[in-house]
């Protein structure tokens, strides 16, 4: 039995399923020398993120709840027992974006979205990716309805921290890193101390 330092309060109600989760993965994380593991990948899921209604609600509601769940873990890594947050990485994903323009309550599906990134050894402080210069309905990017065509491809921060973790051979764990520049490829120094 693995034993945390952290309480991890937030996911004692029903309500915090992230918090359950991340609750579960630092008993994993603090439990890798038992378990033989030098490293993992873990995968969490929140969802309720497809606002096309009640917008501002639901993101009040599921930002809170990855908060605390986020504040305990990042606690819990840093634990004066087994501090680890160096050696650790946080990354959000979706598998779509969101319209910058409402349509009337919420949102609908698009292409390009933000995304963040959490670790104990990353050169915090900075914003990746190229920002679109015209976020108007004449822009370049906007296909419609506040639709932006990304510009820098999700393989791009996957690689950065693939490199982080020590993996080699790039192209067959990315197989689409061959479709985009390498230009708008983030390298592992771009991303970690």
Same mark, same amino acid.
């Given at each position: 039995?693995?034993?945390?330092?952290?309480?991890?309060?937030?996911?004692?109600?029903?309500?915090?399923?992230?918090?359950?989760?991340?609750?579960?993965?630092?008993?994993?994380?603090?439990?890798?020398?038992?378990?033989?593991?030098?490293?993992?990948?873990?995968?969490?899921?929140?969802?309720?993120?497809? *606002?096309?209604?009640?917008?501002?609600?639901?993101?009040?509601?599921?930002?809170?709840?990855?908060?605390?769940?986020?504040?305990?873990?990042?606690?819990?890594?840093?634990?004066?027992?087994?501090?680890?947050?160096?050696?650790?990485?946080?990354?959000?994903?979706?598998?779509?974006?969101?319209?910058?323009?409402?349509?009337?309550?919420?949102?609908?599906?698009?292409?390009?979205?933000?995304?963040?990134?959490?670790?104990?050894?990353?050169?915090?402080?900075?914003?990746?990716?190229?920002?679109?210069?015209?976020?108007?309905?004449?822009?370049?990017?906007? !296909?419609?309805?506040?639709?932006?065509?990304? *510009?820098?491809?999700?393989?791009? !921060?996957?690689?950065? !921290?693939?490199?982080?973790?020590?993996?080699?051979?790039?192209?067959?764990?990315?197989?689409?890193?061959?479709?985009?520049?390498?230009?708008?490829?983030?390298?592992?120094?771009?991303?970690?101390?």
């Amino acid at each position: 039995t693995t034993t945390l330092d952290t309480p991890f309060s937030s996911a004692d109600g029903n309500q915090n399923y992230i918090a359950r989760q991340m609750k579960q993965v630092a008993k994993l994380i603090k439990a890798r020398n038992e378990l033989g593991h030098d490293r993992d990948v873990f995968y969490v899921r929140l969802g309720g993120f497809d *606002t096309h209604t009640n917008l501002n609600d639901q993101l009040d509601d599921l930002m809170g709840y990855i908060d605390d769940a986020l504040a305990d873990f990042v606690a819990e890594m840093k634990s004066a027992s087994d501090p680890v947050w160096d050696q650790v990485t946080v990354l959000t994903a979706s598998e779509f974006g969101r319209t910058l323009t409402s349509n009337g309550e919420g949102t609908d599906h698009a292409w390009g979205g933000n995304y963040w990134m959490m670790s104990g050894s990353l050169k915090g402080g900075q914003i990746l990716g190229e920002y679109p210069e015209d976020l108007t309905d004449e822009s370049p990017l906007n !296909i419609g309805r506040g639709r932006l065509i990304p *510009t820098t491809p999700w393989e791009s !921060i996957f690689s950065g !921290i693939a490199q982080w973790l020590g993996v080699q051979d790039l192209d067959s764990t990315l197989p689409n890193r061959r479709n985009f520049p390498q230009s708008t490829y983030f390298q592992q120094s771009d991303l970690y101390n």
